[in-house]
Protein backbone atom coordinates (compact mmCIF):
# COMPACT_ATOMS: atom_id res chain seq x y z
CA UNK A 1 0.00 0.00 0.00
CA UNK A 2 1.39 3.56 -0.97
CA UNK A 3 0.06 6.26 1.29
CA UNK A 4 -0.72 9.71 0.55
CA UNK A 5 1.50 10.96 2.26
CA UNK A 6 4.41 10.61 5.67
CA UNK A 7 6.37 12.74 7.97
CA UNK A 8 10.02 12.74 7.73
CA UNK A 9 10.97 11.54 10.84
CA UNK A 10 13.72 10.33 11.68
CA UNK A 11 16.46 9.07 15.13
CA UNK A 12 17.69 12.48 15.59
CA UNK A 13 14.32 13.89 16.04
CA UNK A 14 13.64 10.60 18.26
CA UNK A 15 16.73 11.99 19.96
CA UNK A 16 16.09 15.16 20.43
CA UNK A 17 12.86 14.54 21.91
CA UNK A 18 14.21 11.94 24.42
CA UNK A 19 16.83 14.38 25.42
CA UNK A 20 14.33 16.74 26.14
CA UNK A 21 12.67 14.57 28.40
CA UNK A 22 15.42 14.16 30.33
CA UNK A 23 16.06 17.41 30.31
CA UNK A 24 13.27 18.29 32.78
CA UNK A 25 12.09 21.33 31.25
CA UNK A 26 9.17 19.89 28.58
CA UNK A 27 6.48 22.65 28.26
CA UNK A 28 7.15 26.05 26.66
CA UNK A 29 10.85 26.77 27.56
CA UNK A 30 14.06 27.14 26.15
CA UNK A 31 13.93 24.92 22.92
CA UNK A 32 10.40 26.99 22.08
CA UNK A 33 12.51 29.84 22.40
CA UNK A 34 15.33 28.52 20.30
CA UNK A 35 13.05 27.13 17.42
CA UNK A 36 11.27 30.22 16.90
CA UNK A 37 14.67 32.10 16.54
CA UNK A 38 15.95 29.90 14.28
CA UNK A 39 12.21 29.55 11.93
CA UNK A 40 12.29 33.91 12.60
CA UNK A 41 15.87 33.33 10.59
CA UNK A 42 15.55 30.95 7.94
CA UNK A 43 11.91 32.80 7.01
CA UNK A 44 13.64 35.88 6.86
CA UNK A 45 10.58 36.70 9.38
CA UNK A 46 11.53 39.73 12.19
CA UNK A 47 9.93 37.89 14.90
CA UNK A 48 8.41 34.35 15.31
CA UNK A 49 6.02 32.79 17.85
CA UNK A 50 5.25 29.01 18.41
CA UNK A 51 1.96 28.29 19.52
CA UNK A 52 -0.01 24.26 19.08
CA UNK A 53 -1.54 24.13 15.87
CA UNK A 54 -2.39 26.79 13.14
CA UNK A 55 -5.70 26.60 13.66
CA UNK A 56 -4.70 28.77 17.11
CA UNK A 57 -2.05 30.54 15.52
CA UNK A 58 -4.85 31.61 12.87
CA UNK A 59 -7.15 32.77 15.77
CA UNK A 60 -4.24 34.73 17.47
CA UNK A 61 -3.32 36.23 14.19
CA UNK A 62 -7.58 37.46 14.43
CA UNK A 63 -7.00 38.66 17.42
CA UNK A 64 -4.34 40.85 17.06
CA UNK A 65 -5.66 42.38 13.84
CA UNK A 66 -8.28 43.06 15.50
CA UNK A 67 -11.36 41.30 13.82
CA UNK A 68 -14.30 40.62 15.90
CA UNK A 69 -17.91 40.73 15.84
CA UNK A 70 -19.55 42.90 12.84
CA UNK A 71 -16.55 42.57 10.49
CA UNK A 72 -16.17 40.72 7.96
CA UNK A 73 -13.01 38.72 6.83
CA UNK A 74 -12.41 37.63 2.73
CA UNK A 75 -11.16 33.65 2.54
CA UNK A 76 -11.18 30.98 0.02
CA UNK A 77 -13.99 28.65 0.43
CA UNK A 78 -11.56 26.02 -0.74
CA UNK A 79 -9.30 25.71 1.81
CA UNK A 80 -8.78 23.17 4.87
CA UNK A 81 -11.97 24.68 7.04
CA UNK A 82 -9.79 26.00 10.30
CA UNK A 83 -9.27 28.72 7.72
CA UNK A 84 -12.78 29.87 7.76
CA UNK A 85 -13.14 28.63 11.35
CA UNK A 86 -10.62 30.85 12.88
CA UNK A 87 -12.82 33.79 11.99
CA UNK A 88 -15.45 32.48 13.77
CA UNK A 89 -13.93 32.26 16.89
CA UNK A 90 -13.52 36.01 16.67
CA UNK A 91 -17.22 36.51 16.17
CA UNK A 92 -16.45 37.71 12.65
CA UNK A 93 -18.01 36.46 9.28
CA UNK A 94 -15.87 34.82 6.61
CA UNK A 95 -17.09 35.75 3.12
CA UNK A 96 -15.63 33.06 0.70
CA UNK A 97 -14.22 34.56 -2.43
CA UNK A 98 -13.18 32.46 -5.46
CA UNK A 99 -9.76 30.74 -6.39
CA UNK A 100 -7.93 30.67 -9.85
CA UNK A 101 -8.26 27.42 -11.90
CA UNK A 102 -5.20 27.22 -12.48
CA UNK A 103 -2.99 27.68 -9.10
CA UNK A 104 -6.15 26.73 -6.75
CA UNK A 105 -5.44 30.33 -5.08
CA UNK A 106 -7.36 33.04 -4.28
CA UNK A 107 -8.74 35.29 -7.23
CA UNK A 108 -7.87 39.22 -6.52
CA UNK A 109 -10.03 40.17 -9.27
CA UNK A 110 -12.99 38.46 -7.31
CA UNK A 111 -11.79 39.31 -4.12
CA UNK A 112 -12.07 42.89 -4.73
CA UNK A 113 -15.83 42.87 -5.61
CA UNK A 114 -16.80 41.27 -2.10
CA UNK A 115 -15.04 44.07 -0.14
CA UNK A 116 -17.69 45.88 1.77
CA UNK A 117 -17.52 48.53 4.19
CA UNK A 118 -17.62 45.69 6.96
CA UNK A 119 -14.64 44.04 5.29
CA UNK A 120 -11.66 44.20 7.77
CA UNK A 121 -9.28 41.69 6.37
CA UNK A 122 -7.55 39.14 3.61
CA UNK A 123 -6.89 35.71 5.06
CA UNK A 124 -5.32 33.98 1.70
CA UNK A 125 -4.11 30.75 1.18
CA UNK A 126 -1.08 29.72 0.11
CA UNK A 127 -2.32 26.59 -1.36
CA UNK A 128 -0.95 23.22 -1.06
CA UNK A 129 2.51 24.81 -0.40
CA UNK A 130 1.66 27.14 -4.02
CA UNK A 131 2.38 30.83 -2.42
CA UNK A 132 -0.51 33.16 -3.53
CA UNK A 133 0.07 36.17 -5.20
CA UNK A 134 0.98 38.30 -2.11
CA UNK A 135 1.74 41.36 -3.67
CA UNK A 136 -1.41 41.60 -5.36
CA UNK A 137 -3.25 41.65 -2.07
CA UNK A 138 -1.13 43.93 -0.26
CA UNK A 139 -2.25 46.44 -3.16
CA UNK A 140 -5.83 45.34 -2.18
CA UNK A 141 -5.26 46.05 0.99
CA UNK A 142 -3.35 49.52 1.04
CA UNK A 143 -6.41 50.50 -1.12
CA UNK A 144 -9.48 49.98 0.73
CA UNK A 145 -6.80 49.39 4.57
CA UNK A 146 -7.57 46.29 5.66
CA UNK A 147 -5.12 43.98 7.37
CA UNK A 148 -3.93 41.30 5.23
CA UNK A 149 -2.97 37.92 7.47
CA UNK A 150 -1.46 34.68 5.29
CA UNK A 151 -2.59 30.82 6.28
CA UNK A 152 0.66 29.65 5.44
CA UNK A 153 -0.24 26.07 7.05
CA UNK A 154 1.22 24.01 4.39
CA UNK A 155 3.85 26.51 3.08
CA UNK A 156 6.84 26.15 4.83
CA UNK A 157 10.16 26.38 2.71
CA UNK A 158 7.75 27.73 -0.05
CA UNK A 159 9.06 31.31 -1.45
CA UNK A 160 7.78 34.14 -3.37
CA UNK A 161 9.03 36.40 -5.18
CA UNK A 162 12.58 35.46 -4.09
CA UNK A 163 11.82 35.49 -0.37
CA UNK A 164 10.44 32.59 1.61
CA UNK A 165 6.99 32.52 2.44
CA UNK A 166 7.25 33.94 6.32
CA UNK A 167 8.79 37.33 5.51
CA UNK A 168 6.12 39.31 3.38
CA UNK A 169 3.75 40.64 6.12
CA UNK A 170 2.52 41.34 9.22
CA UNK A 171 0.67 37.93 10.54
CA UNK A 172 1.76 34.60 8.22
CA UNK A 173 0.75 31.09 10.27
CA UNK A 174 2.29 27.85 9.48
CA UNK A 175 1.31 24.39 10.46
CA UNK A 176 3.78 21.11 11.95
CA UNK A 177 0.52 18.93 11.26
CA UNK A 178 1.90 15.32 9.99
CA UNK A 179 0.30 16.43 6.43
CA UNK A 180 2.81 19.28 6.00
CA UNK A 181 5.98 19.46 4.69
CA UNK A 182 7.48 19.26 8.18
CA UNK A 183 6.17 18.57 11.71
CA UNK A 184 6.05 17.93 15.18
CA UNK A 185 3.36 16.31 15.92
CA UNK A 186 1.06 19.00 16.09
CA UNK A 187 2.29 22.74 15.94
CA UNK A 188 2.09 25.91 14.50
CA UNK A 189 4.25 28.75 14.61
CA UNK A 190 3.24 32.93 13.64
CA UNK A 191 5.57 35.73 11.77
CA UNK A 192 5.29 38.91 12.42
CA UNK A 193 7.17 41.77 10.91
CA UNK A 194 5.87 44.19 13.75
CA UNK A 195 6.99 44.38 17.86
CA UNK A 196 3.68 45.10 18.83
CA UNK A 197 2.13 42.44 17.80
CA UNK A 198 5.09 40.12 18.69
CA UNK A 199 4.43 41.06 21.95
CA UNK A 200 0.88 40.30 22.69
CA UNK A 201 1.41 37.18 20.55
CA UNK A 202 3.17 35.44 23.30
CA UNK A 203 1.38 37.09 25.79
CA UNK A 204 -2.04 35.44 24.55
CA UNK A 205 -0.82 32.19 24.05
CA UNK A 206 -0.46 31.62 27.60
CA UNK A 207 -2.81 32.95 29.39
CA UNK A 208 -2.16 36.89 28.95
CA UNK A 209 1.01 36.25 31.76
CA UNK A 210 2.84 39.15 32.39
CA UNK A 211 6.02 36.59 32.75
CA UNK A 212 6.65 33.74 31.29
CA UNK A 213 7.46 30.80 33.18
CA UNK A 214 11.17 30.40 31.98
CA UNK A 215 11.93 33.98 33.05
CA UNK A 216 9.97 33.52 36.26
CA UNK A 217 12.40 29.89 36.65
CA UNK A 218 15.70 31.95 36.32
CA UNK A 219 14.96 34.90 38.33
CA UNK A 220 17.21 35.98 41.08
CA UNK A 221 14.58 38.18 43.02
CA UNK A 222 11.16 36.54 44.06
CA UNK A 223 8.82 38.11 41.01
CA UNK A 224 4.71 37.89 40.34
CA UNK A 225 3.10 37.76 37.24
CA UNK A 226 0.19 39.14 36.40
CA UNK A 227 -2.39 38.17 34.31
CA UNK A 228 -3.23 41.71 31.86
CA UNK A 229 -6.09 40.05 29.57
CA UNK A 230 -7.77 36.99 29.00
CA UNK A 231 -5.36 35.01 27.00
CA UNK A 232 -5.87 31.34 26.33
CA UNK A 233 -3.87 28.38 26.13
CA UNK A 234 -2.15 27.72 22.67
CA UNK A 235 1.62 26.69 23.99
CA UNK A 236 4.16 24.53 22.10
CA UNK A 237 5.82 21.95 24.31
CA UNK A 238 9.79 21.79 23.99
CA UNK A 239 9.22 18.23 23.32
CA UNK A 240 7.86 19.34 20.21
CA UNK A 241 10.61 22.25 19.32
CA UNK A 242 13.28 20.33 19.83
CA UNK A 243 11.35 17.74 17.21
CA UNK A 244 10.65 21.05 15.03
CA UNK A 245 14.27 22.36 15.07
CA UNK A 246 15.60 19.59 13.52
CA UNK A 247 13.28 19.30 10.98
CA UNK A 248 13.68 23.19 9.83
CA UNK A 249 17.19 21.88 9.14
CA UNK A 250 15.78 19.43 6.67
CA UNK A 251 13.52 21.77 5.22
CA UNK A 252 14.96 22.79 2.22
CA UNK A 253 16.29 19.35 1.62
CA UNK A 254 13.06 18.15 1.96
CA UNK A 255 11.78 20.29 -0.27
CA UNK A 256 14.13 20.33 -2.77
CA UNK A 257 13.06 16.49 -2.78
CA UNK A 258 9.30 16.87 -3.14
CA UNK A 259 10.60 19.11 -6.24
CA UNK A 260 11.87 16.69 -7.72
CA UNK A 261 9.05 14.36 -7.66
CA UNK A 262 6.57 16.79 -8.63
CA UNK A 263 8.80 17.27 -11.35
CA UNK A 264 8.52 13.66 -12.52
CA UNK A 265 5.05 13.23 -12.13
CA UNK A 266 5.10 16.56 -14.44
CA UNK A 267 7.34 15.10 -17.02
CA UNK A 268 5.37 11.60 -16.87
CA UNK A 269 1.52 13.44 -17.36
CA UNK A 270 2.90 16.60 -19.64
CA UNK A 271 1.60 14.77 -22.70
CA UNK A 272 -2.02 14.33 -21.54
CA UNK A 273 -4.33 17.09 -22.82
CA UNK A 274 -6.81 16.20 -20.46
CA UNK A 275 -5.37 16.96 -17.12
CA UNK A 276 -4.01 20.63 -15.79
CA UNK A 277 -1.08 20.20 -13.46
CA UNK A 278 0.41 22.15 -11.05
CA UNK A 279 1.24 25.81 -12.66
CA UNK A 280 4.70 27.57 -11.23
CA UNK A 281 4.73 30.83 -12.52
CA UNK A 282 7.76 32.50 -12.71
CA UNK A 283 8.86 33.89 -9.03
CA UNK A 284 7.02 31.22 -7.24
CA UNK A 285 8.19 28.27 -5.81
CA UNK A 286 6.10 25.45 -3.97
CA UNK A 287 7.52 23.13 -1.48
CA UNK A 288 4.39 20.69 -3.32
CA UNK A 289 3.02 20.14 -0.08
CA UNK A 290 0.55 17.94 -2.26
CA UNK A 291 0.00 16.89 -5.59
CA UNK A 292 -2.69 18.24 -7.25
CA UNK A 293 -4.17 17.27 -10.88
CA UNK A 294 -7.40 18.35 -12.24
CA UNK A 295 -9.27 16.59 -14.85
CA UNK A 296 -10.61 18.42 -17.48
CA UNK A 297 -14.17 17.58 -19.06
CA UNK A 298 -12.16 16.04 -22.05
CA UNK A 299 -10.67 13.23 -19.47
CA UNK A 300 -11.80 9.92 -20.33
CA UNK A 301 -12.75 8.63 -16.70
CA UNK A 302 -14.50 10.37 -13.94
CA UNK A 303 -12.32 11.26 -10.81
CA UNK A 304 -13.92 8.88 -8.18
CA UNK A 305 -13.53 5.52 -10.80
CA UNK A 306 -9.71 6.88 -10.92
CA UNK A 307 -9.30 7.34 -7.34
CA UNK A 308 -10.91 3.66 -6.78
CA UNK A 309 -9.20 1.87 -9.50
CA UNK A 310 -6.04 3.61 -8.22
CA UNK A 311 -6.78 2.43 -4.39
CA UNK A 312 -7.54 -1.37 -6.22
CA UNK A 313 -3.78 -1.04 -6.99
CA UNK A 314 -2.92 -0.20 -3.76
CA UNK A 315 -2.21 3.38 -3.94
CA UNK A 316 -3.59 6.18 -1.94
CA UNK A 317 -5.04 9.08 -3.12
CA UNK A 318 -7.57 12.10 -2.01
CA UNK A 319 -10.46 14.12 -3.66
CA UNK A 320 -9.60 17.94 -4.31
CA UNK A 321 -9.35 20.47 -1.79
CA UNK A 322 -12.37 20.67 0.57
CA UNK A 323 -14.54 23.65 -0.28
CA UNK A 324 -15.87 24.73 3.33
CA UNK A 325 -19.17 26.50 1.85
CA UNK A 326 -20.17 22.76 1.15
CA UNK A 327 -19.73 21.48 4.48
CA UNK A 328 -22.32 21.10 7.24
CA UNK A 329 -21.06 23.53 9.74
CA UNK A 330 -21.35 26.37 6.88
CA UNK A 331 -24.08 25.33 4.67
CA UNK A 332 -26.93 27.07 5.98
CA UNK A 333 -25.28 30.09 5.73
CA UNK A 334 -23.79 30.08 2.92
CA UNK A 335 -26.48 28.72 0.79
CA UNK A 336 -26.67 31.57 -1.82
CA UNK A 337 -22.55 31.54 -2.72
CA UNK A 338 -21.75 29.82 -5.52
CA UNK A 339 -17.99 29.35 -6.31
CA UNK A 340 -18.22 26.97 -9.66
CA UNK A 341 -14.44 27.45 -10.22
CA UNK A 342 -13.43 26.15 -6.20
CA UNK A 343 -16.69 23.64 -7.05
CA UNK A 344 -15.74 22.10 -9.75
CA UNK A 345 -11.57 21.68 -8.40
CA UNK A 346 -12.92 20.46 -5.54
CA UNK A 347 -15.10 17.67 -7.91
CA UNK A 348 -12.35 17.02 -10.50
CA UNK A 349 -9.16 16.83 -9.19
CA UNK A 350 -6.91 14.39 -7.59
CA UNK A 351 -4.02 14.03 -4.79
CA UNK A 352 -1.56 11.52 -5.63
CA UNK A 353 1.50 10.47 -3.25
CA UNK A 354 3.92 12.73 -2.47
CA UNK A 355 6.38 12.51 0.22
CA UNK A 356 10.01 12.12 1.22
CA UNK A 357 11.19 9.29 0.86
CA UNK A 358 9.10 8.36 -2.01
CA UNK A 359 11.24 5.15 -3.82
CA UNK A 360 11.86 5.26 -7.74
CA UNK A 361 10.04 1.84 -7.65
CA UNK A 362 6.78 3.39 -5.99
CA UNK A 363 6.94 6.55 -8.19
CA UNK A 364 7.14 4.21 -11.66
CA UNK A 365 4.65 2.27 -10.43
CA UNK A 366 2.33 5.14 -9.69
CA UNK A 367 2.99 6.57 -12.62
CA UNK A 368 2.97 3.03 -14.54
CA UNK A 369 -0.85 2.25 -13.25
CA UNK A 370 -2.46 5.99 -13.38
CA UNK A 371 -1.46 6.07 -16.94
CA UNK A 372 -2.43 2.47 -17.64
CA UNK A 373 -5.76 3.47 -16.28
CA UNK A 374 -5.92 6.36 -18.13
CA UNK A 375 -5.20 5.17 -21.29
CA UNK A 376 -7.32 1.52 -20.91
CA UNK A 377 -9.96 4.11 -20.54
CA UNK A 378 -9.34 5.86 -23.55
CA UNK A 379 -9.70 2.91 -25.83
CA UNK A 380 -13.10 2.35 -24.27
CA UNK A 381 -14.39 5.99 -25.88
CA UNK A 382 -15.69 5.35 -29.43
CA UNK A 383 -13.53 7.02 -31.96
CA UNK A 384 -15.62 9.21 -33.57
C1 LIG B 1 -3.67 22.09 7.81
C2 LIG B 1 -4.26 23.41 7.59
C3 LIG B 1 -4.71 24.20 8.65
C4 LIG B 1 -4.77 23.69 10.07
O1 LIG B 1 -3.53 23.42 10.62
P1 LIG B 1 -3.45 22.71 12.05
O2 LIG B 1 -2.01 22.85 12.44
O3 LIG B 1 -3.85 21.28 11.86
O4 LIG B 1 -4.35 23.44 12.97
C5 LIG B 1 -5.17 25.47 8.38
N1 LIG B 1 -5.19 25.95 7.13
C6 LIG B 1 -4.79 25.21 6.07
C7 LIG B 1 -4.83 25.81 4.70
C8 LIG B 1 -4.33 23.91 6.27
O5 LIG B 1 -3.95 23.18 5.21
Not at 113 to 142: E, W, Y
Not at 249 to 256: A, F, M
Not at 364 to 384: C, G, R, Y
Request: hydrophobic letters at 40%; charged letters at 25%.
Amino acid sequence: MIPIAKPYLTEEEAQAAYDTILSGWITQGPKVQEFEEKFAAYTGAKYAVAVSNCTTALHLAMVVAGIGPGDEVICPSMSYIATANAIKYVGATPVFAEVQKETYNLDPVDVEKRITIKTKAILLVHQIGMPADIDAFKVLCSKYDLKLIEDAACAAGSAYKGKKVGSHSELVCFSFHPRKVISTGDGGMITTSREDYYNRLRLLRQHGMSINDRVRHEAKKIVFEDHVEVGYNYRMTDIQAAVGIKQLEKLDWIVNERRKIAAVYNEAFRHLSFLQLPLEKEGYLSNYQSYSIYLKKSCPIDRNSLMQKLLDKGIASRRGIMTSHRESAYKQEAKNVSLPVSEDLQDNSIILPLYVPLQKKELEFIIDTFLSIVKNKHQEVPAF
